[in-house]
């Protein structure tokens, strides 16, 4: 392949749209803890890999149970505590941070390597816990930053949907839908990336009323 029909880094892409995307307000509700965070993205799971990889569906769920008891714990969302979660996903001694240009969607998105692109990330998932970014907004910015960094040789899709539940389990967030989440993400999009934000908003104050209701029935 030439270079002029290779695919553009869509890493770059996203590093450089990143700092100027406008991630909406959250006019915060009671955040409502419940079982149902867990039951979602297990039904998740189960529904899109369950018929065709058991075993791989069994490891994810295990590895979601992982992060979703760091949560609980309070850990820091770092690479190390992803890759403890993918060894779990790919049933694998080692998870390690690839070496090597990525593809995605069919070669459409190439993601590209340099001496930093670890620490980059690093930094990226640091910004989880950032205190002056709604939830919504940080949860799916950590779910496009493992997309598009693609830190794993294999399952970072997967990877991308634990750190999501990951950030929401932190704060008690419940969602009792994953499926809408489920749609192709482009690293140039700063819209999409934005309406993430605005879906996983509506998810959790969908949930908390459904929650609430449930009770005063």
Same mark, same amino acid.
């Given at each position: 392949?030439?270079?002029?029909?290779?695919?553009?880094?869509?890493?770059?892409?996203?590093?450089?749209?990143?700092?100027?995307?406008?991630?909406?307000?959250?006019?915060?509700?009671?955040?409502?803890?419940?079982?149902?965070?867990?039951? *979602? &993205? =297990?039904?998740?799971?189960?529904?899109?890999? $369950? !018929? @065709?990889?058991?075993? /791989?569906? +069994?490891?994810?769920?295990? #590895?979601?149970?992982?992060?979703?008891?760091?949560?609980?714990?309070?850990?820091?969302?770092?690479?190390?505590?992803?890759?403890?979660?993918?060894?779990?996903?790919?049933?694998?001694?080692?998870? *390690? &941070? =690839?070496?090597?240009?990525?593809?995605?969607? $069919? !070669? @459409?998105?190439?993601? /590209?390597? +340099?001496?930093?692109?670890? #620490?980059?990330?690093?930094?990226?998932?640091?910004?989880?816990?950032?205190?002056?970014?709604?939830?919504?907004?940080?949860?799916?910015?950590?779910?496009?930053?493992?997309?598009?960094?693609?830190?794993?040789?294999?399952?970072?899709?997967?990877?991308?949907?634990?750190?999501?539940?990951?950030?929401?389990?932190?704060?008690?967030?419940?969602?009792?839908?994953?499926?809408?989440?489920?749609?192709?993400?482009?690293?140039?999009?700063?819209?999409?990336?934005?309406?993430?934000?605005?879906?996983?908003?509506?998810?959790?104050?969908?949930?908390?009323?459904?929650?609430?209701?449930?009770?005063?029935?």
């Amino acid at each position: 392949m030439s270079t002029s029909d290779r695919p553009k880094d869509a890493l770059a892409d996203w590093l450089r749209i990143r700092p100027q995307i406008s991630w909406p307000r959250w006019s915060r509700t009671d955040i409502h803890h419940g079982a149902s965070h867990q039951d *979602a &993205f =297990r039904d998740f799971f189960n529904a899109t890999r $369950g !018929g @065709r990889d058991v075993e /791989g569906t +069994a490891r994810v769920l295990a #590895a979601l149970d992982l992060a979703l008891a760091d949560a609980k714990r309070g850990d820091r969302l770092t690479f190390a505590l992803m890759a403890n979660w993918q060894q779990i996903v790919l049933g694998e001694g080692v998870a *390690a &941070f =690839r070496t090597l240009p990525a593809f995605a969607k $069919g !070669g @459409r998105e190439r993601y /590209g390597i +340099a001496p930093d692109t670890r #620490a980059w990330f690093e930094g990226c998932l640091s910004e989880s816990t950032q205190p002056d970014l709604s939830l919504p907004s940080r949860a799916a910015r950590t779910y496009l930053d493992v997309l598009f960094f693609h830190p794993f040789e294999d399952g970072n899709a997967r990877a991308a949907m634990l750190a999501l539940a990951f950030v929401l389990a932190c704060e008690g967030a419940v969602i009792d839908q994953v499926h809408p989440l489920q749609a192709t993400r482009w690293a140039d999009d700063a819209e999409g990336a934005a309406d993430l934000a605005v879906l996983l908003e509506i998810l959790i104050t969908a949930a908390g009323r459904r929650l609430s209701h449930g009770r005063q029935s």
